[in-house]
């Protein structure tokens, strides 16, 4: 089974910029849409972006008002999602895995911390 792993997170202050990159570290995402995801203590997980295997469509939480771009490299086999004008309340680990119905087995994630 595809294995993911989460990376570029880290401690960010408000209104700047992170990058996070999600790669298939065994297999490949094959034609599957894929999908950025977050959690925090206090919250289920919940939808943050997805995108179609071409890349020519896009999928976006509310929250995310036009601050979140995804794309995918198939040929790196790595889904990006950046982020932009980041606030205090996107402070959260973030997964990667297929959308809308999950089929891989989550990953560690990675850690963004939005602070000042």
């Known amino acids: 089974q595809v294995q993911v792993v989460e990376s570029g997170g880290g401690l960010g202050q408000p209104g700047g910029s992170l990058r996070l990159s999600c790669a298939a570290s065994?297999?490949?995402?094959?034609?599957?849409?894929m999908g950025w995801y977050r959690q925090t203590p206090a919250k289920e997980r919940e939808f943050v972006a997805a995108?179609?295997?071409?890349?020519?469509?896009?999928f976006y939480g509310d929250f995310v008002e036009g601050r979140f771009t995804i794309h995918r490299d198939n040929a790196k086999n790595t889904v990006y999602l950046q982020m932009n004008s980041l606030k205090p309340e996107d402070t959260a680990v973030y997964y990667c895995?297929?959308?809308?119905?999950?089929?891989?087995?989550w990953g560690q994630g990675t850690q963004v911390t939005i602070s000042s």
């Open positions: 895995n297929t959308y809308p119905t999950i089929l891989l087995e």
């Open positions: 065994t297999g490949t995402f094959g034609h599957y849409r």
């Open positions: 995108v179609s295997w071409t890349g020519e469509t896009t």
